[in-house]
């Protein structure tokens, strides 16, 4: 069964640092993609990048990249440069590719708090 | 514009009673999904559609009940049965393409008084 965990339940980072929030997962599907999530507040999920297994290079979106070790079963976010906007909740998941729409599973989230 | 809204934003209920939380999406998404979020557990997963007229129960189904007869709207009922029902409700969407994930709705926060 597909798992995800992440160890950190909450970090600080002071604003312009670069912070790292760590996710590892468990599947035996080949074929997966994991994702990040960004949950402010206000309660709305909102996407901010994606690996695929099978993807040869790191992910990168803007400030976001994804650390991918295959072997380790690890998938962590770093946020370069923090901004106060990035205080939010981090969730890290994964969806296995090769039945269709199946369902996402989520970690249980990380907290994260830019300090000025 | 394309998206999933969910209604009511915030709802309350008396015990003992059933309550219906809304989701309705334009996106032409073949699959709905519904999560329940409570702080410190993360997104777990109640009940999930691929298609129309056909729903399968996820990690937390007790207590609750889906229908799909139509490809927009995939309502989620909370019944009495939920002994502790007071939560964050998301609701998403995805299509076969996969890389993005899901398009959520803006969620609903149902509690018990």
């Known amino acids: 069964a597909q798992k995800i965990t992440q160890t950190q339940p909450g970090m600080f980072v002071q604003e312009k640092e670069a912070v790292t929030l760590d996710c590892t997962y468990d599947?035996?599907?080949?074929?997966?993609?994991l994702f990040w999530y960004k949950q402010p507040s206000s309660g709305e999920m909102i996407f901010l990048i994606y690996?695929?297994?099978?993807?040869?290079q790191n992910a990168t979106e803007g400030r976001y990249s994804l650390n991918f070790q295959k072997a380790r079963k690890s998938a962590n976010l770093v946020i370069s440069a923090s901004q106060l906007g990035d205080s939010a909740m981090y969730f890290c998941a994964m969806r296995e590719l090769n039945s269709g729409n199946t369902p996402l599973v989520f970690g249980k989230g990380t907290r994260l708090s830019v300090i000025a | 514009d394309g998206g999933i809204t969910q209604s009511p934003k915030y709802l309350f209920r008396k015990e003992g009673q059933n309550v219906t939380l809304s989701c309705e999406q334009n996106?032409?998404?073949?699959?709905m999904y519904w999560y329940r979020q409570d702080p410190g557990q993360g997104l777990r997963l109640i009940y999930y559609?691929?298609?129309?007229?056909?729903?399968q129960k996820g990690d937390i189904a007790e207590g609750y009940s889906v229908s799909r007869e139509k490809k927009e709207s995939f309502p989620l009922t909370v019944t009495s049965a939920q002994k502790n029902p007071t939560a964050f409700y998301l609701c998403?969407?995805?299509?076969?393409?996969?890389?993005?994930?899901?398009?959520f709705g803006s969620g609903t926060r149902l509690t018990v008084v």
């Open positions: 559609s691929q298609i129309v007229n056909d729903f």
């Open positions: 599947t035996s599907d080949p074929s997966y993609g």
């Open positions: 996106l032409n998404h073949d699959a």
């Open positions: 690996q695929g297994s099978y993807d040869q």
């Open positions: 998403a969407s995805s299509d076969t393409g996969n890389r993005y994930g899901y398009t």
